[in-house]
C-alpha cells in the first residue's frame, strides 16, 4: 500500500552479567529443554510469561534461580520495547540503555536526572543513558535495570 508507513519492529539486545539459562539439572531432555527456550521466547505480554510459568513449575517443580532471572530477563527486553531501548548493556558497575533515536523524547533525561542524579550520565547521537549500579548481585542487577526501564 502506498503512503502507509510499517514501522519495522527493532529486536531489544540484552547483554548483561546475570546467569539466565535452564540448568541441565532442571529439564535433563534436550527436546524439552529447547520447547521451553522457544516458549519463552514466543511471550510478547506479561500475561504469556505468567503462562509459561505455571507450565513449567507443573511440569518440572520449583525454578532455580538462572531460570528466574531468564524470565525475567524476558519481562525487561517486553518494556524496552515499550520505552524505545534498543539496547540494554552492563558494562563493570554500569549497565548503558541504548533509545532508539527517532524516538528518544529529551524531557526523559531531566525526569531521569531528577530520579538518579548522580548515577546517570546522558549522551546524544545515538542517545543512551549510563546507570551506575548499586549491587553487582543478579537479582539487584534485574530489579535496578527493571525498575529504571519503568521510570523511563
Known sequence: MQGIEIEEKQD????????????????????????????IALCKTEDDIQNVIDEIIDRFGNMPNELENLLEITRIKQLCEEKNIIKVAQKNTNVVFTFNNKK???????????????????????PYITLKLNSLNNKEILSQIKEFILNV
Not at 13 to 35: A, F, G
Open 12 to 39: 531489544v539486545q540484552i547483554d548483561i552479567n546475570v546467569s539466565s539459562y535452564i540448568p541441565d539439572e532442571y529439564i535433563k531432555e534436550s527436546s524439552q529443554k529447547i520447547e521451553v527456550y522457544q516458549n
Open 104 to 126: 528518544f523524547n529529551f524531557s526523559t533525561v531531566e525526569k531521569m536526572l531528577k530520579t538518579y542524579n548522580s548515577r546517570i550520565k546522558f549522551s546524544t547521537g545515538n
